[in-house]
């Protein structure tokens, strides 16, 4: 443990203390500016990354942030008279703002989508910011003067320590959102915008916090960029720097902030980097040669796919033998920008950061943090004596799909504390009744009552009054860890607002969502892959985490989705044991469910639908008996055939 | 007097909305059978624009360029395909957003070197004398965008529904798997649509370049406008793009009579932005169901 903080914060106070040393040594304008430029970047990166790395979304507005940014920092200035810290408060609210109005449209998208209105986004900012004159200058441009700062002028090396405590700054509150239940939220969300709704954690606000986060980010930056350089132009926030901009954040490595300092370096340096032949020689070289390091030793150990072998080595070829032919490298700056940038996406698509990362833990044996112990399960999930009134009412319900009559007229009672059981066979509407009341289709028809209240609308909004469910086809998180799958859903823990959490003064509640989630984690005998990640378990424990996610809303009725499809029989065992327990806590639980035995051993009541109408209600024994639930599964028998059969 | 300069705005802008509906028609044959679109397509529009100008410049005739022109295209869809697609289709990722995007990047810096950062006439047979319909200019050269258009367009529809070939196009579109179950290769049948999608941008190319002159910058312009066209109509809906190919045109060329030419990108952008935010399936689109 005390390694690690170490270890970790110890890097980075060196890296700060080294950075900030460094014009006391040297007293270098160039080297000055380009230290500068490391920490506006630096902080830009970091802004994209939130929506690069942990929304896992293309953003190509990021550069129009850094410009939109900047010229209101400018224009608070020459037009207001601002001082600089008021002025760069402007620009983050400029970045706040626009990047939530934008989020808004953006909200519902995904990959393609979401590129392309970040892309519109971009291109109408440079519209504006080139056609409106009378402001901003147009293609003119617009000088800036610095202005001063609570009464002082500053000198490049006073602007540089500034810079230099903004990233500080941006760093730890960025460090402490990312590692809070905010940047589990945004992880979710990149995995399953389903699961992310129906665990009531909500799409919505996140991606929208996420984006006017990031964009603010981007904002400031642009506010520093302008005092930096003292004269804007429309052309400099283009197309081709958000293509750096995600060079720096790829090759550094998403989903960290690291990465992005490193990638922040690199695209300060770049420029550098063209202009000096020999350099430019030595270090397309050099990625050749990485390149084709890692491309053999990947197709030898068969780790990688043939084309991610190939692919950068020829990218990386064609830029070494490009460097031999071509006069000026300059003339040549995106198609070199672009051929690196191939070979990172395509041969480390994990970026630096992230390989480096890799190895550091191993070399050092760093261990990750260590777990409180887990909480007792009554303070979880406390045990409650049901009164057995009705708890769920469904008034004939409907759900059609066009002509399809999935739902049709489907009317049940569920009452408290009770394990209800819904069979049926294949596309008899059991799956489609679940998914409307739990709020992913609006019903077409019909009521739906919870203590005698109508259920509002939307997974979100039905998520919160305390229902909660599992899938049939797992929408698990899956890049994140068993517990943080079960932190992430936990109802009742987090309520540190924003700015708490920004400081880092939110970690006491985190520390008890941890022992809550390990509690649950047991209950599901999954205590001891907490740290392993929703994906690499089996199939049967990853049905055993859903279930332990659903628990952590602290459901008073709770659906089970065909918990037992495709388990293996000692599996279904456990499962059947699982479902009593949850069951003795005093939970409701709907179970839908293939295997009678399971549903014979555990439901007070069972409800068979087919062709979406209930044909059938009562307790197992009688239901199994029910002529119209043999007929619904086996079809009917004419008096003649089973004579036959009887003879 | 008025009325006549607001119909001229509107025709001659119409016909260069349907240059754009045809980009946005090249973004809909891949998006059908692999759910992805190349975001460096406006480059493809460019770069078998200045092959087509550079083999007329060989002494190529001018019927020869134009096949010489599509085959090229075809060969750059393929190679975006094969570059930036497969692996990322196959591994289920977004990454292609990326790929495709620093590949456009590659061919733009790459036709800045070979061909220069001006733009360039293109010479062409076509006349552009102005012909008067009702008080309306109309060039030969304009109607000729309009024909090339609907001809490409409706002989790709044709293969889609009457060759099997076509029908193997269609089915993937479907449902990608249960097209492979059915002995039909997936992969294969994305490799035709990006090449076809490469065909149709260098048609764009060829039958634009005469109007606009060639150079780097036109697969910017052009491809922000295809976007907006691909995204406001939908993108399954081969009627809708020419519609709204033929409505954005209009708006633009009403836009920069009325506001100046600099903004004449900002309708479209705009609507694009409102369009993902209303009918995020576009006007034209149908809405797909969610499922778990």
Same mark, same amino acid.
């Given at each position: 443990?005390?390694?690690?903080?170490?270890?970790?914060?110890?890097?980075?106070?060196?890296?700060?203390?080294?950075?900030?040393?460094?014009?006391?040594?040297?007293?270098?304008?160039?080297?000055?500016?380009?230290?500068?430029?490391?920490?506006?970047?630096?902080?830009?990166?970091?802004?994209?990354?939130?929506?690069?790395?942990?929304?896992?979304?293309?953003?190509?507005?990021?550069?129009?942030?850094? %410009? !939109?940014?900047?010229? *209101?920092? &400018? #224009?608070? +200035? $020459?037009?207001?008279? /601002?001082?600089?810290? @008021?002025?760069? =408060?402007?620009?983050?609210?400029?970045?706040?703002?626009?990047?939530?109005?934008?989020?808004?449209?953006?909200?519902?998208?995904?990959?393609?989508?979401?590129?392309?209105?970040?892309?519109?986004?971009?291109?109408?900012?440079?519209?504006?910011?080139?056609?409106?004159? %009378? !402001?901003?200058?147009? *293609?003119? &441009? #617009?000088? +800036? $003067?610095?202005?001063? /700062?609570?009464?002082? @002028?500053?000198? =490049?090396?006073?602007?540089?320590?500034?810079?230099?405590?903004?990233?500080?700054?941006?760093?730890?509150?960025?460090?402490?959102?990312?590692?809070s239940q905010w940047g589990r939220a945004f992880e979710a969300l990149r995995d399953s915008p389903i699961a992310t709704d129906a665990m009531g954690v909500g799409t919505y606000r996140h991606k929208v916090a996420g984006f006017a986060m990031g964009s603010a980010l981007g904002s400031l930056a642009g506010g520093l960029y302008a005092f930096n350089f003292q004269y804007l132009q429309p052309q400099s926030f283009v197309y081709e720097l958000m293509v750096i901009l995600l060079l720096g954040v790829v090759l550094g490595g998403r989903k960290s902030l690291w990465g992005a300092f490193f990638g922040a370096s690199l695209v300060a340096l770049l420029p550098n980097l063209l202009s000096n032949?020999?350099?430019?020689?030595?270090?397309?070289?050099?990625?050749?040669?990485?390149?084709?390091?890692?491309?053999?030793?990947?197709?030898?150990?068969?780790?990688?796919?043939?084309?991610?072998?190939?692919?950068?080595?020829?990218?990386?070829?064609?830029?070494?033998?490009?460097?031999?032919?071509?006069?000026?490298?300059?003339?040549?700056?995106?198609?070199?920008?672009?051929?690196?940038?191939?070979?990172?996406?395509?041969?480390?698509?994990?970026?630096?950061?992230?390989?480096?990362?890799?190895?550091?833990?191993?070399?050092?044996?760093?261990?990750?943090?260590?777990?409180?112990?887990?909480?007792?399960?009554?303070?979880?999930?406390?045990?409650?004596?049901?009164?057995?009134?009705?708890?769920?009412?469904?008034?004939?319900?409907?759900?059609?799909?066009?002509?399809?009559?999935?739902?049709?007229?489907?009317?049940?009672?569920?009452?408290?504390?009770?394990?209800?059981?819904?069979?049926?066979?294949?596309?008899?509407?059991?799956?489609?009744?679940?998914?409307?009341?739990?709020?992913?289709?609006?019903?077409?028809?019909?009521?739906?009552?919870?203590?005698?209240?109508?259920?509002?609308?939307?997974?979100?909004?039905?998520?919160?009054?305390?229902?909660?469910?599992?899938?049939?086809?797992?929408?698990?998180?899956?890049?994140?860890?068993?517990?943080?799958?079960?932190?992430?859903?936990?109802?009742?823990?987090?309520?540190?607002?924003?700015?708490?959490?920004?400081?880092?003064?939110?970690?006491?509640?985190?520390?008890?969502?941890?022992?809550?989630?390990?509690?649950?984690?047991?209950?599901?005998?999954?205590?001891?892959?907490?740290?392993?990640?929703?994906?690499?378990?089996?199939?049967?424990?990853?049905?055993?985490?859903?279930?332990?996610?659903?628990?952590?809303?602290?459901?008073?009725?709770?659906?089970?989705?065909?918990?037992?499809?495709?388990?293996?029989?000692?599996?279904?065992?456990?499962?059947?044991?699982?479902?009593?327990?949850?069951?003795?806590?005093?939970?409701?639980?709907?179970?839908?469910?293939?295997?009678?035995?399971?549903?014979?051993?555990?439901?007070?009541?069972?409800?068979?639908?087919?062709?979406?109408?209930?044909?059938?209600?009562?307790?197992?024994?009688?239901?199994?008996?029910?002529?119209?639930?043999?007929?619904?599964?086996?079809?009917?028998?004419?008096?003649?055939?089973?004579?036959?059969?009887?003879? | 007097?008025?009325?006549?300069?607001?119909?001229?705005?509107?025709?001659?802008?119409?016909?260069?909305?349907?240059?754009?509906?045809?980009?946005?028609?090249?973004?809909?044959?891949?998006?059908?059978?692999?759910?992805?679109?190349?975001?460096?397509?406006?480059?493809?529009?460019?770069?078998?624009?200045?092959?087509?100008?550079?083999?007329?410049?060989?002494?190529?005739?001018?019927?020869?360029?134009?096949?010489?022109?599509?085959?090229?295209?075809?060969?750059?869809?393929?190679?975006?395909?094969?570059?930036?697609?497969?692996?990322?289709?196959?591994?289920?990722?977004?990454?292609?957003?990326?790929?495709?995007?620093?590949?456009?990047?590659?061919?733009?810096?790459?036709?800045?070197?070979?061909?220069?950062?001006?733009?360039?006439?293109?010479?062409?047979?076509?006349?552009?004398?102005?012909?008067?319909?009702?008080?309306?200019?109309?060039?030969?050269?304009?109607?000729?965008?309009?024909?090339?258009?609907?001809?490409?367009?409706?002989?790709?529809?044709?293969?889609?529904?009457?060759?099997?070939?076509?029908?193997?196009?269609?089915?993937?579109?479907?449902?990608?798997?249960?097209?492979?179950?059915?002995?039909?290769?997936?992969?294969?049948?994305?490799?035709?649509?990006?090449?076809?999608?490469?065909?149709?941008?260098?048609?764009?190319?060829?039958?634009?370049?005469?109007?606009?002159?060639?150079?780097?910058?036109?697969?910017?312009?052009?491809?922000?406008?295809?976007?907006?066209?691909?995204?406001?109509?939908?993108?399954?809906?081969?009627?809708?793009?020419?519609?709204?190919?033929?409505?954005?045109?209009?708006?633009?060329?009403?836009?920069?009579?009325?506001?100046?030419?600099?903004?004449?990108?900002?309708?479209?952008?705009?609507?694009?932005?409102?369009?993902?935010?209303?009918?995020?399936?576009?006007?034209?689109?149908?809405?797909?169901?969610?499922?778990?």
């Amino acid at each position: 443990m005390l390694k690690r903080l170490l270890l970790i914060r110890g890097a980075e106070i060196v890296v700060l203390v080294l950075l900030a040393a460094i014009p006391l040594m040297v007293s270098n304008s160039y080297v000055l500016g380009l230290l500068t430029l490391l920490a506006i970047y630096g902080i830009l990166l970091i802004g994209l990354d939130v929506t690069v790395g942990y929304l896992g979304q293309v953003n190509l507005a990021h550069a129009a942030f850094l %410009g !939109l940014g900047a010229y *209101a920092a &400018g #224009l608070s +200035v $020459s037009l207001l008279g /601002f001082g600089m810290l @008021s002025a760069l =408060a402007v620009s983050m609210l400029v970045g706040l703002i626009l990047g939530g109005l934008l989020a808004f449209p953006a909200l519902r998208l995904e990959g393609p989508q979401f590129a392309l209105a970040t892309l519109s986004f971009s291109a109408l900012s440079t519209t504006v910011l080139n056609e409106w004159e %009378g !402001l901003t200058g147009g *293609a003119q &441009g #617009l000088h +800036v $003067s610095r202005p001063i /700062f609570w009464g002082h @002028s500053v000198n =490049a090396q006073g602007f540089y320590w500034l810079c230099l405590i903004f990233l500080a700054l941006v760093w730890l509150a960025m460090r402490n959102l990312l590692s809070s239940q905010w940047g589990r939220a945004f992880e979710a969300l990149r995995d399953s915008p389903i699961a992310t709704d129906a665990m009531g954690v909500g799409t919505y606000r996140h991606k929208v916090a996420g984006f006017a986060m990031g964009s603010a980010l981007g904002s400031l930056a642009g506010g520093l960029y302008a005092f930096n350089f003292q004269y804007l132009q429309p052309q400099s926030f283009v197309y081709e720097l958000m293509v750096i901009l995600l060079l720096g954040v790829v090759l550094g490595g998403r989903k960290s902030l690291w990465g992005a300092f490193f990638g922040a370096s690199l695209v300060a340096l770049l420029p550098n980097l063209l202009s000096n032949r020999l350099l430019f020689e030595v270090i397309s070289a050099l990625g050749l040669l990485a390149a084709l390091l890692a491309g053999v030793r990947g197709l030898m150990k068969k780790t990688t796919q043939p084309f991610q072998a190939i692919a950068p080595i020829l990218a990386m070829g064609l830029l070494v033998v490009g460097s031999m032919f071509v006069k000026n490298t300059e003339d040549w700056r995106k198609a070199i920008f672009a051929l690196m940038l191939f070979s990172v996406v395509v041969g480390l698509p994990e970026g630096l950061m992230g390989f480096a990362a890799r190895f550091l833990t191993q070399l050092f044996r760093i261990d990750p943090p260590s777990l409180p112990p887990a909480a007792i399960l009554d303070t979880v999930l406390p045990a409650k004596s049901p009164d057995g009134g009705p708890l769920l009412e469904l008034h004939d319900l409907k759900r059609y799909f066009g002509g399809v009559k999935a739902v049709d007229g489907v009317s049940i009672t569920v009452h408290s504390g009770h394990i209800h059981g819904l069979i049926g066979p294949n596309g008899s509407g059991k799956s489609t009744a679940v998914n409307v009341i739990s709020g992913l289709y609006a019903p077409s028809a019909g009521e739906m009552l919870l203590h005698g209240k109508a259920l509002p609308s939307g997974m979100f909004n039905v998520a919160r009054t305390g229902i909660s469910r599992t899938f049939q086809n797992l929408q698990l998180f899956s890049e994140l860890s068993a517990l943080d799958n079960v932190m992430v859903a936990m109802k009742g823990v987090y309520c540190a607002p924003l700015p708490l959490v920004l400081m880092g003064l939110a970690r006491g509640e985190e520390k008890r969502a941890q022992s809550d989630a390990l509690a649950l984690l047991e209950l599901v005998r999954l205590k001891h892959h907490a740290r392993i990640s929703a994906k690499d378990l089996t199939y049967g424990d990853q049905r055993f985490l859903e279930i332990a996610r659903a628990l952590a809303r602290k459901p008073e009725l709770l659906i089970l989705d065909e918990p037992a499809a495709g388990l293996a029989l000692p599996d279904v065992h456990k499962l059947v044991e699982m479902i009593w327990r949850i069951h003795e806590r005093g939970v409701t639980i709907i179970l839908i469910e293939h295997h009678m035995d399971v549903v014979s051993e555990l439901c007070d009541v069972v409800t068979v639908l087919d062709g979406g109408r209930v044909i059938a209600e009562g307790s197992a024994e009688e239901v199994k008996r029910d002529p119209r639930v043999i007929k619904a599964y086996l079809g009917t028998v004419d008096e003649a055939t089973s004579a036959k059969i009887t003879n | 007097m008025d009325f006549i300069i607001i119909a001229q705005m509107v025709v001659s802008g119409a016909l260069m909305g349907l240059v754009y509906a045809l980009i946005a028609y090249g973004f809909q044959l891949t998006f059908s059978t692999s759910k992805s679109i190349n975001f460096g397509q406006g480059e493809l529009v460019m770069l078998s624009a200045f092959f087509s100008l550079t083999l007329l410049d060989w002494g190529a005739p001018f019927w020869l360029m134009v096949p010489g022109g599509l085959l090229f295209g075809v060969v750059l869809g393929l190679a975006v395909e094969r570059a930036g697609l497969r692996l990322a289709l196959e591994q289920k990722s977004e990454g292609w957003i990326l790929l495709t995007i620093i590949i456009g990047l590659l061919g733009f810096s790459a036709a800045e070197n070979i061909w220069g950062r001006d733009d360039r006439p293109f010479p062409t047979p076509i006349s552009s004398d102005a012909m008067q319909f009702f008080g309306v200019s109309i060039t030969p050269l304009e109607i000729s965008v309009a024909i090339g258009v609907f001809s490409l367009m409706g002989l790709i529809e044709l293969f889609k529904r009457k060759t099997l070939l076509g029908k193997a196009f269609e089915a993937v579109s479907a449902d990608r798997d249960a097209a492979e179950l059915m002995g039909i290769s997936a992969t294969r049948t994305v490799m035709l649509s990006y090449g076809l999608s490469g065909l149709v941008a260098a048609m764009a190319g060829i039958l634009v370049s005469p109007i606009t002159t060639v150079g780097p910058t036109m697969a910017s312009a052009l491809i922000l406008k295809a976007f907006s066209v691909a995204v406001v109509a939908g993108l399954d809906s081969g009627f809708g793009v020419v519609v709204v190919g033929i409505f954005l045109g209009a708006l633009e060329s009403l836009t920069s009579f009325y506001l100046g030419s600099g903004w004449r990108e900002a309708p479209g952008l705009i609507l694009l932005i409102l369009a993902l935010a209303v009918r995020p399936n576009g006007v034209f689109g149908k809405a797909t169901i969610r499922k778990v």
